[in-house]
Nanobody
Framework: QVQLVESGGGLVQAGGSLRLSCAASGRTFSDYATGWFRQAPGKEREFVAAISASGGTRYYADSVKGRFTISRDNAKNTVYLQMNSLKPEDTAVYSC????????????????WGQGTQVTISS
């Protein structure tokens, strides 16, 4: 079992930045690929970014490429999502996920989820 707890969400103006954190506990975190997904009201959950267990491979949704950066610190059992140049359309609940094996872009490939953190971008 892996437990995931997100933090760092909040309300910022368009153009601003936020850094989300996902703290993991339980199994050996460095064995798990991790990802971030988001869900806006009335919309389906969508992939944001994913990173391999070692941190050597990263994937991004086209909508966030160049603005968001996923990283991890296995010594601290934590994954980060640095979000810059935020837009109102980035408003959503952001959730951290984990899976054994390679990172994926599909939500149902992940077995462990945090409860999410709200990100709201004002125009």
């Amino acid at each position: 079992q892996v437990q995931l707890v997100e933090s760092g969400g909040g309300l910022v103006q368009a153009g601003g930045s936020l850094r989300l954190s996902c703290a993991a506990s339980g199994r050996t975190f460095s064995d798990y690929a991790t990802g971030w997904f988001r869900q806006a009201p009335g919309k389906e959950r969508e992939f944001v970014a994913a990173i391999s267990a070692s941190g050597g491979t990263r994937y991004y949704a086209d909508s966030v490429k160049g603005r968001f950066t996923i990283s991890r610190d296995n010594a601290k059992n934590t994954v980060y999502l640095q979000m810059n140049s935020l837009k109102p359309e980035d408003t959503a609940v952001y959730s951290c996920t984990a899976r054994l094996g390679v990172p994926r872009r599909v939500a149902n490939e992940y077995g462990y989820w945090g409860q999410g953190t709200q990100v709201t971008i004002s125009s």
